[in-house]
């Protein structure tokens, strides 16, 4: 499965952006799709996932009940919803898939897109 991400940019603190990621190359069936996100000189951590079917979703503590996974396997996209953003929101968001349920560990998925930067200024 190939991955490219797309949405990112500036945008104040409070504000609202969507992020996109369209796979290509193959079927997703089956397929749990996530976000990661890394900021300069930390580890990759986890943002939230949604598995296949779209009717189960899991977030990481640190953005939960501000952002929102969903998932259009008619379209092979995966979005992410981000609201209230915050400063220590800044990052690079890669999206990410793995075949199987879900895992919160990034070494469990074999297929990244390229990451795109979101900047929340203060």
């Known amino acids: 499965v190939q991955l490219q991400a797309s949405g990112g940019g500036l945008v104040q603190a409070g504000g609202s952006l969507r992020l996109s990621c369209a796979a290509s190359g193959r079927a997703t069936d089956g397929y749990s799709m996530a976000w990661f996100r890394q900021a300069p000189d930390r580890d990759r951590e986890f943002v939230g996932l949604?598995?296949?079917?779209?009717?189960?979703?899991y977030y990481g503590d640190s953005v939960k009940g501000r952002f929102t996974i969903t998932r259009d396997n008619a379209k092979n996209m995966i979005y992410l919803q981000m609201s209230s953003l915050k400063p220590e929101d800044t990052a690079v968001y890669f999206c990410?898939?793995?075949?199987?349920?879900?895992?919160?560990?990034?070494?469990?998925?074999?297929?990244w897109g390229q990451g795109t930067q979101v900047t929340v200024s203060s």
């Open positions: 949604v598995t296949w079917t779209g009717k189960s979703t």
């Open positions: 990410a898939s793995r075949y199987g349920g879900p895992s919160y560990a990034a070494y469990a998925f074999n297929s």
